[in-house]
């Protein structure tokens, strides 16, 4: 059988079709509706809510649990959840195409000297004194040699030579020529730099004569419909080879889809870029290079590799011109990858005699301690509370969330986007929870004091003190005054959701310092690379003990510092090269094996 | 109108279509028909004679000059003459599929270091304390550095290793790991050498492991159906891109035919074959790449590259192991190919404090003279006379061709195969002038003596000396003996092309000589390379001119030192290295801008 699904969308309409027992996750995803799901279709982090009509069966106890009794009444279901056995109508909320994506980071002056060059020739015309081939008249005047895979432009090579009448561009690549351009190119020379994030792909237009950035621009990564985190991807892959292929292709088609928005801005066509630089997670990098990353999720983490990886673009469906080079910053191990390498190098605490800790916290929080002589990483496991996943009025970044909430009496927030609030992101959650620490309506052990022991409360803490499905829980916003037709509250739960996840950062950092052998003081300043970093209010962070209270003052929020490292290494073949070096050099501690990690991780979950 | 071409060929008949004005030629190319066409179907060289029924068009200048009035009387035109406008009935005379192709030359001893090598090793299993990554690990443990296009078996990587349990062999070239294989396949490596003639190729399957020969195949280059020469099938891609295409793919279909015979004669996968070196002429080699090679035919005879190319086998649609390499040997020039530099390389006189002289004639004649201080080279165009066009009872080396012929009275010849005489190919054609000078039935500037001057020779001489056509000629087969119905001659005309042909050669190794400063004596050896070098007698050669008549006791002939340089460079990097250098040190004199050459051109007409 076949049915309908009437998808409402703002003011549109779509109708779909759908199969008997198709499932409605798979069916919206299928037809172009961009959805959250955290968790990849499990059932399990509740972000997949659909407001629908028509659905037959009962909701699960899943349902049951993750949405509440209120959005079920409303109609609300998990569409991963619902399987079509009728003819149906779902309602989309549309906010999840409005998130902000942080593009920049801070930059250092470097020198110029990029991965690829131009250099304009005139040769002399061949007679039959000298009779020298195109391609060796080419290699000796520009004093370069021939490429390894030099046959995929010696196709074109005699006819731009002669068109050109020998008065030409030669195309360079680590040392060695790539190609030729006919006439005086050496004005266009264009490169992009990627920091492909697990959540959003960041996109970096320069040109590479001048070293000037000339656009940017940054996408959702569409391999979230398989999930928020990389093992619910990695398991996707794991499903079938076509899955591996899919996962590729989607991260290469927003790829191509960001360069023909950087090339349209500036307007350049996609061969007038030379070069591309990669930075992200080794899971993205993996998905990336269509590489099997099963052996990341599982002990003991292994990558297929870390290593530097330079390709001709002929070799990739990457669209900028065939001869150029694709480069990936390399990784650390299966948990710190390239994104972790490249803030190291943009941060520049590898050059320092005195000692940095770096902390980028995500669902993985990558810590690095360390400076000149010697690096030591980890990678802490905090989940994804942070973004928003796992806490019940928890989302992303953008526009609705609270962003920021101050302690009573007043309980003032705000809201990006300066909109009705739909529910709070990571910076959000963090302010609420310090301050109801501030204002002991949170014990240290994190406990929502119990209405017997909330008298010595003020009176609005006492009132917005309630239960939601049997549950402690604080209201932030009430009903009227959020955009939900329900009050955003935080609830137990959640509050034990954020000890879980800043006892893990928290002891990550305990543990390197531990490692290391030198004593926090000696830590002279902390970048905090990464959207959530720039977001995230200090004082709150200490508060609630993910940053040492000691070292708030050391603190510099450096933005997307992965972006800016891939940046460098595009501009400046010796940062290239410090990020090999880094990655070299940097020991990686794997915390699933310390025994000292777990002990401070106990520790670290009071307040 | 659609007609119908009935192709009988030995016992078969074949029933085609044709379109109203379709060629003839074309027409039976496209049903599968190997035909002669040495001109590429310009009407030039009368070899494409095919007997017809049906043909309503009298018979062009050109054939009535070039099959002469016995054959069109027997109904023989020239396909490539000839338009379909009504049902016809063609005849092909079988002979062209049996031709012997040398694949034998003489074996030095060299040391064998092949261009792959395999390394087994038995890895540490990872663990948490030591997470390497899969690429990083094969590395270490086999002390290689990656291709830089690594990441081509990166995907099959981490399952091999597993699946083989960290026993894994590992395959290097140039210094590089390019994949590995699953335990322990050490004794499985195997590589192909090609000599890819403008008439044939000939291909050599090797045991890399042992540096023994496996295998030989040979097969006609299925270029030929665009002309015997190589400025033909140049024309032909000139054409249109789509020719160029076609031309890369007839050669690249037959280096796969012969891979795949190769291989089953040994029993193995394609896939065990890791590496394949490529000689041939610079033409050839252009079109195995896919390279325009247009401004090799016009002066200044300019090739688009002579150098070493070295190409991962997935870059191509060569039928090896994908992660395997290919190699074309070096070119020195337009017309001193890969082909000359294996020779030179092969013949180890490159090595010798003596001077010696290499000489393979064919179309052009390549020429080398020189040792180990000093090389130089130069290409004489001798016209396709020796290979048989041009010349009336011309064929190539093939079963039925007489293949030598001694002087009177009883003119005793040879007939390859030992079949009834069809015609005559090159080392019989020079028999015959040589034993006609002898005899003085020719004087010294090649006249054939007339009826009045006749009478001194022998009686038997006497009563061969005919016209044909109206042109003075001598029988050499009388048309009882002959295969043919009619007698086999040698005409004036044929005389002249040998003359032609003989002085280009004689006055190219003069011009050398001349401009090296040597005397003649000072050559203490004299390689003779190529099929054509190994069936020629010296004496007859020496007797016409074609070679100094001092030097015949210095005389070796070397055989397929094309394939066997190949082969050399496919087993050992230093004969690689070596012939590498051969390119680099080779001085080219270009003839057409000699004067001298034309001056002893003219004197080298006299026998």
Known sequence: MTYTVEIHKRDEITIAQAQEGDNLLQTLINNGVHIDAPCGGKGTCGKCSVRVSGIKDEASDAERELLGTIKLARGYRLACRCMITTDIAAYIDDKVNEATIITTGVHRDIEINPLVRKIYIELSPPDLENQMADLERVLTASKLVAAYNVSSFLGSLPFVLREAEYKITAVEAEGKLVTIEAHNTTGSLYGAAFDIGTTTVAAYLYDLSKGSMKAVESMLNPQQRYGADVISRINYTKQSPENMIEMRQLITNCINELLGKLSESV??????????????NTAMLHFLNGLDASALAVSPFIPVTCG??????SNSNIAINSNGLLTDIPCVSAYIGADTVA??????????????????????????????????????????AFEGAGIRYGMGGVAGAIDSFL??????????????????????????????LIDGVIDETGRLVSETDASSLSAEAQKRLTNIDGMRSFMLVAEGESGLDEPIMVTQKDIREIQNAKAAIAAGIDTLVKYSGIEYDQIKRIY???GFGSSLHITSAAKIGLLPQALVDRVEAIGNASGSGAAECLLSRSMLKASEDIAKKMRYVELSASAYFTEKYVDNMIF
């Open 528 to 530: 905090l690379a990464g």
């Open 343 to 384: 803030a190291v190098l943009s941060s520049g605490m590898y050059e320092h005699d005195e000692i940095s800790l770096l902390v980028d916290i995500g669902t993985n929080g990558e810590i690095v301690l360390g400076g000149k002589e010697w690096l030591m990483s980890c990678s802490a496991a905090a989940g994804p």
């Open 267 to 280: 307007g350049i066509s996609g061969d007038e870029i030379y070069a591309a630089v990669f930075s992200g």
């Open 407 to 436: 302690p009573g009496p007043d309980y003032i927030y705000t809201v990006i986007g300066n909109k009705e609030p739909t529910g709070i992101c990571g910076s959000g959650i963090i302010d609420a929870i310090a301050a109801l």
């Open 308 to 313: 530097l990886l330079q390709l001709q673009a």
